[in-house]
């Protein structure tokens, strides 16, 4: 089974410009995250979708949107971009829905290095 | 809202026992996780705790405390190939967001 692909790998970006990196998740899983790891602020959660429908917002700018097709593929979009959107950006799928205590393994892809110049 | 604190580094040896700790604030959680994430890697699952106590897989265990807003997570036997960062993450929400600790890097000498 394939893991996690995320594309591009690598982006070269200057300032207020944007950017549209893609997600595929497990297949079968309904359910993709999205995180900012920085060496300063670490892993930071931006969004989540499932089904289509955002579920969750992390505490990011309006700046930073996403948006999940009816076969699960994510997309997240950065527009005006900034020196400090300068990151490692991780997607995760998870195959559990997220209900309560259940135990929800998180499947990470190798994620998009975006550098803003 | 919520925030995890860990150690930032440990340094062992092979074949010694590590223990990360993680406390944490949080006006309620359903479970504690634990990840790894070697240089240039993704993170990947290594253990969840949603009820008090030890869990156990293979060489590594993780604790969870509600009383006391503590975890940890146990490395056993250690092997150069555990030289990464580990982080804990609460899930704290419906859904699947984690909010993650810092993370702590384990150096593993020879």
């Known amino acids: ?4 692909t995320q594309t591009p790998r690598y982006l070269i970006k200057t300032r207020g410009q944007q950017v549209t990196l893609s997600c595929s998740p497990i297949s079968g899983h309904r359910s993709v995250s999205w995180y900012q790891q920085t060496p300063g ?8 979708y499932f089904s289509e429908t955002q579920r969750n917002k992390g505490n990011f700018p309006g700046r930073f949107s996403g948006r999940q097709f009816s076969n699960s593929r994510s997309e997240m979009n950065v527009s005006t ?14 195959l559990a829905g997220g ?4 135990k929800n393994i998180q499947y990470f892809g190798a994620g998009t290095r975006l550098s803003v110049l | ?23 944490y604030q949080t006006s309620g959680f359903y479970g504690l996780s634990w990840y790894q994430q070697h240089d240039g890697g993704a993170p990947t699952f290594l253990s969840y705790n949603a009820l008090d106590g030890l869990e156990e897989t293979g060489r590594f265990s993780s604790f969870l405390s509600r009383s006391d807003s503590y975890g940890y ?3 056993q036997e ?10 804990c993450a609460l899930k704290g929400a419906a859904g699947n967001k984690l909010t993650f600790g810092g993370g702590t890097r384990v150096l593993v000498k020879p």
């Open chain 2, 73 to 75: 997570l146990l490395l």
């Open chain 1, 99 to 102: 209900q309560g205590s259940a």
């Open chain 2, 1 to 23: 809202g919520q925030s995890l604190e860990q150690p930032s580094e440990v340094t062992a040896v092979e074949g010694a026992i590590v223990q990360i700790n993680c406390t």
């Open chain 1, 1 to 4: 089974k394939a893991g996690v």
């Open chain 1, 41 to 48: 602020q670490g892993l930071q959660f931006l969004f989540e």
């Open chain 2, 78 to 87: 250690l092997q150069m190939k555990d030289s990464a960062s580990y982080f």
């Open chain 1, 81 to 94: 971009l900034e020196l400090g959107d300068s990151a490692l950006y991780l997607c995760a799928s998870s």
